[in-house]
């Protein structure tokens, strides 16, 4: 099996870093093949949105990472997205990648109808929020990010495995035991659901 994980925690040692880390391990650990992808680090143009990529079915900028990895995605079997919460949402630079790859995530019908192109694609969302729980829940702070992601993920057809929402980010620099065994959990669930 063949897996993504985009981690947009501009952070190295963050715990979107260290979760992403415990579900890379695992899988890989399967027998997997993963492709870890810092977001921060990549060199692309955001979207002018001139809207050619809708009738070519590509981005009329040159190649550049964000298309080099629209690929691997398009190829996965699942997805792994992590990314703290900005504002109740993904990191800015997420958001950017996303909207490079519209073409090659959503397509539409002649009566303006989206239609997912990478439909039974399995994918898991991992997020952290400053905001203590349950308030990063309740506030919607971490569930804003789980909100918007699952509206991209969603509608480009991916199943969500699972969600995982750590709050209180703060103070709790370090994970759990019960967060790391959430991470595997969630790792394993994503392998037998491809399977």
């Known amino acids: 099996m063949k897996y993504v994980i985009l981690n947009a925690s501009p952070r190295p040692n963050s715990n ?10 695992e899988l890989l650990a399967c027998g997997d093949k993963v492709f870890y992808v810092d977001v ?3 060199q692309f143009r955001p979207c002018t ?9 590509d981005c009329i900028f040159p190649e550049d990472d964000a298309k080099e990895v629209l690929r691997l995605v398009q190829d996965c079997d699942g997805l792994i ?14 958001k950017t990648l996303f909207d490079r790859w519209v073409y090659g995530m959503m397509d539409h019908s002649e ?9 039974g694609k399995k994918a898991v969302i991992i997020t952290t929020c400053s905001t203590a729980w349950p308030f990063n829940i309740l506030f919607r702070q971490s569930a804003g990010t789980v909100r918007a992601l699952k ?4 509608w480009s057809g991916f199943n969500i495995a ?15 035991s019960r967060e790391i ?14 399977l």
């Open 151 to 154: 509206e991209i993920l969603c």
């Open 111 to 119: 009566r303006g109808y989206p239609i997912p192109l990478l439909k």
């Open 181 to 194: 065994a959430k991470c595997r959990k969630f790792a394993n669930k994503l392998h037998k659901s491809v």
């Open 16 to 25: 979107i870093c260290q979760m992403l880390s415990i579900v890379r391990n």
């Open 81 to 94: 997205v992590g990314s703290p919460c900005y504002w109740g949402n993904m990191t800015g630079q997420l």
């Open 40 to 42: 921060g680090k990549l």
């Open 162 to 176: 699972g969600v995982l929402q750590k709050g209180g980010t703060i103070k709790n620099k370090v994970l759990t």
């Open 49 to 57: 949105g001139c809207m050619e990529c809708r009738s070519t079915h």
